[in-house]
């Protein structure tokens, strides 16, 4: 079996002392990204039970869609700094911690434990999400993009889950409260492999003049457009995730079928999570790529909201293959987009921390659509807008640049 050789370590991830197989690496990207969606996509078949069992506003059950998005974005770039001072690998087995108990808090009817518990899920998914692309280009930095699409493809298939199960473990339980709190069980699951497959160093504290300079990102166009991608395309999946149960229900759907729709269109990203790093690698320009799948979630958004219902499953495929390609390559660019680990996780902190806040506009916005009586065709119009703006993102994030630290430690985008 192959094995990973050691490395140096940039600051902001702690290194692994001993080695590693690949394979056994990749499992447990794999069984953490499984933990990533579920929070969030087992929530949304269930928003009008919990409404008429807490009596919540439509504004309110629009915040515990809202919230945990938000929350991605405010502790993403938390996620280097833990990793500084904690070690990747202690940062990330305490955020599944968090998760787990996080997800058992917020199955209650009251609603300061609903929204806390809402809060932490979206904490502990920010700072995973962001450690692991960086952890990926560390460990495979030669095959990182693809391996990407491996993680991106676990994220989809949690999220897959989550929706297709929600209603019938609610169901089973009797409760939607359990039904919620199942899936604490999996990140319990993910904690313990973690612990015990990964080591868990402290951090080496280099001396001060062995630092390397401060990178400032935020100085960079580049760095702008990939978290603005980040961000508009994540935007469109939040308010999916929140909202697509509850808008298809508003066409006459029963909640289990609408539960469904969404867990189909999620199963179908993980063929396009899966592919389209690869189609990304036919050549050095990933635009022609994105736009692709940017057209094809804009396609299955309309025939789903306004289209006829009798198209509803050629909608669910079409938005399944447009955002699971989307979001894989959003993450993707930001591996190609830098040139080591270090670059990449402070690009990783910068595009999900700002874009997941921006994102979180999206799911609140619906929200307040629907408080003051919107139609399904003024909410599709909003969704159209957004991905023009990402469209519009993807043309200049997708181009072949990259963002490297010249011979005197300076930043540079190179292309």
């Known amino acids: ?27 447990l990207m ?15 078949p269930l928003l009008i039970r919990i409404q008429q069992d807490t009596g919540l506003s439509p504004l309110g059950i629009g915040a515990l869609t809202t919230l945990p998005v938000l929350c991605l974005g405010i502790f993403a770039p938390l996620a280097p700094w833990l990793a500084k001072r904690l070690g990747a690998e202690r940062t990330l087995s305490l955020a ?11 199955a209650s009817h009251d609603a300061w434990q609903l929204y806390t518990g809402t809060l932490l899920v979206g904490a502990a998914i920010g700072v995973s999400g962001t450690l692991l692309p960086a952890l990926v280009k560390r460990e495979l930095p030669h095959g990182a993009d693809l391996m990407t699409g491996v993680y991106t493809m676990a994220l989809c298939l949690g999220g897959a889950l989550g929706a297709g199960l929600s209603i019938p473990l609610a169901d089973w339980f009797g409760d939607w409260r ?38 400032r990102l935020i100085t960079t166009s580049l760095a702008w457009q990939v978290t603005g991608l980040m961000g508009s395309q994540s935007s469109l999946a939040y308010i999916v995730f929140g909202w697509l149960p509850a808008l298809l229900q508003h066409r006459g759907l029963s909640e289990a079928e ?23 690698r036919l050549g050095r320009d990933q635009r022609p790529a994105i736009l692709l799948l940017i057209s094809a979630t804009a396609s299955g958004l309309l025939l789903l909201l306004i289209g006829p219902v009798a198209w509803r499953w050629a909608g669910v495929v079409l938005l399944g293959l447009g955002q699971g390609g989307s979001f894989s390559l959003a993450l993707t660019l930001i591996v190609l987009r830098t040139g080591d680990s270090r670059l990449a996780g402070k690009l990783s902190g910068m595009a999900q921390g700002l874009g997941y806040t921006l994102a979180a506009m999206g799911p609140l916005g619906v929200g307040l659509l629907l408080q003051f009586g919107a139609s399904l065709a003024t909410i599709c119009i909003v969704l159209m807008l957004i ?19 010249d011979d005197e430690g300076r930043l540079v985008t190179k292309g």
């Open 178 to 215: 359990w039904g919620l709190a199942s899936w604490s069980l999996v990140a319990l699951v993910a904690l313990t492999a973690w612990r015990i497959s990964m080591p868990h160093p402290r951090p080496t504290h280099q001396p001060e003049a062995a630092k390397p300079p401060r990178v």
């Open 258 to 280: 609408a539960g469904w729709l969404l867990a189909v269109s999620v199963m179908v990203q993980l063929i396009s999570a899966l592919g389209a790093p690869w189609l990304a």
């Open 387 to 405: 991905c023009v703006v990402a469209a519009s993102f993807a043309l200049f994030a997708g181009r072949n640049r990259r963002l490297e630290l």
């Open 1 to 27: 079996m192959p094995t990973m050789h050691e490395r140096s370590q940039p600051p902001s991830l702690s290194s692994a002392q001993a080695v590693k197989p690949i394979t056994g690496f990749l499992l």
């Open 96 to 106: 599944l911690l968090i998760l787990g108990s996080a997800l058992l808090l917020r």
């Open 30 to 44: 794999v069984l953490v990204g499984l933990n990533l969606r579920p929070a969030l996509s087992s929530l949304a």
